[in-house]
Nanobody, 123 residues
């Protein structure tokens, strides 16, 4: 499985941005695709995830109501739409995939990782 994240950039507080994760390769064993972020000086953390078959979405509490994760019907792209952005959302965002039914919230459960895309929210 290959993952390619894109769409990062500079946005003002309160603005919106949509990140894309292009998915290719062997996807038959895909179970969940997740978005993670790492702010400067902090650990990488779970942001949102979506189950590959049923489309169930999972969110970190701090982004609920502001971020939406979705996937294309062709299952080759996953988007993270981010609204009402705050300076604390500034981070490098990465997409990752896991191939089993383990918790979608745990970083170590993800087997495949794409490179990150930087999101900067100015105050």
């Amino acid at each position: 499985v290959q993952l390619q994240a894109s769409g990062g950039g500079l946005v003002q507080t309160g603005g919106s941005l949509t990140l894309s994760c292009a998915v290719s390769g062997q996807m038959l064993d895909m179970y969940t695709l997740g978005w993670f972020r790492q702010a400067p000086g902090k650990d990488r953390e779970f942001v949102a995830g979506i189950s590959w078959s049923g489309g169930t979405a999972y969110y970190q509490d701090s982004v609920k109501g502001r971020f939406t994760i979705s996937r294309s019907t062709a299952k080759d792209t996953v988007w993270l739409t981010m609204n009402s952005l705050k300076p604390e959302d500034t981070a490098v965002y990465s997409c990752a995939a896991k191939t089993d039914s383990s918790s979608p919230y745990t970083l170590s459960n993800y087997k495949y990782w794409g490179q990150g895309t930087l999101v900067t929210v100015s105050s």
